[in-house]
């Protein structure tokens, strides 16, 4: 009985967090602006505007996963072989800027990238070719990659903190290469810090409209800007509904294929 009454605000919060505004989606995707039955919410995602946002969403958040799993695993084995107080700093640095806002991060990036930015200021200062970057899926791109980023960092790092450093040394002592360690050692045994970390940039990747909204200078509509304008610029609730159902699809379908390989939850790191 006391256990029971420990999980009512658990219970609370998953009923008016979760459940509730997912029946909200549901019922309104389902229905028209008369509250009459229709599945044309969800399959408008089949119209060529949304498909190719759809697409385009769907790409960029790839390759965005892509780069933040090249970057963070090299980056997570620096991490794992440093002293404890390099380490922690280092640790430090990537998680400084998700301390703070994430539209400020956002905006930041588009002082450094715009035509008359930072960048381009000190590339002319150089003499050197500007760099027009700014309202492109590169610019983008960018934009992902740095607010999330620390997402794939993290998850990776845990996992390869767990593995023991006995069984590398006994690796080297039977004579294994870095190479021969990396491949058939360490790379194994932190797929499930990596599944995790694909997760936890893939999803957000893919459903973000902040990002392309000001990287993108509006010219640029990813599934998630068209959700957005649905809800708060043409008031089309049933509409913008009946896409988020479709994005719930690939969210459930590409966590429940990362959920295979990381089946312990060991590369969690909350």
């Not at 759809?54 to 933040?68: Q, R, Y």
């Not at 294994?176 to 995790?196: F, N, R």
């Not at 649905?230 to 294929?257: H, Q, R």
Request: net charge neutral.
């Amino acid at each position: 009985m006391y256990r029971k009454l420990l999980a009512t605000p658990y219970l609370f919060w998953v009923l008016c967090g979760t459940i509730i505004p997912l029946g909200m989606i549901m019922y309104y995707g389902f229905t028209d602006r008369t509250g009459n039955f229709t599945v044309s919410n969800v399959l408008a995602i089949f119209q060529p505007v949304h498909a190719q946002a759809l697409g385009l969403a769907l790409l960029l958040a790839l390759i965005s996963t892509v780069i933040c799993l090249l970057l963070a695993f090299p980056l997570a084995l620096i991490l794992k072989g440093s002293s404890w107080g390099r380490k922690g700093f280092i640790v430090f640095i990537f998680i400084l800027p998700m301390w703070m806002n994430f539209l400020l991060r956002t905006m930041a990036w588009q002082v450094i990238l715009e035509k008359g930015g930072i960048f381009n200021t000190l590339m002319t200062t150089l003499h050197l070719p500007t760099l027009d970057i700014i309202n492109t899926p590169a610019a983008i791109v960018l934009g992902m990659v740095y607010d999330f980023l620390p997402f794939m960092v993290l998850p990776i790092y845990n996992t390869l903190m767990k593995i023991d450093d006995n069984i590398i040394e006994a690796a080297y002592d039977l004579g294994a290469t870095k190479g021969k360690v990396l491949k058939d050692i360490l790379l194994p045994l932190s797929v499930p810090g990596i599944a995790s970390g694909i997760t936890m940039v893939f999803v957000p990747s893919l459903t973000t409209f902040v990002i392309s909204n000001i990287l993108g200078g509006g010219k640029i509509y990813l599934i998630g800007n068209i959700i957005e304008q649905e809800f708060t610029t043409s008031a089309n609730w049933n509409l913008g509904s009946g896409l988020s159902l479709i994005m719930m699809v690939f969210i459930v379908i590409s966590m429940g294929a990362m959920s295979r390989l990381d089946k312990s939850g060991e590369g969690n790191f909350i």
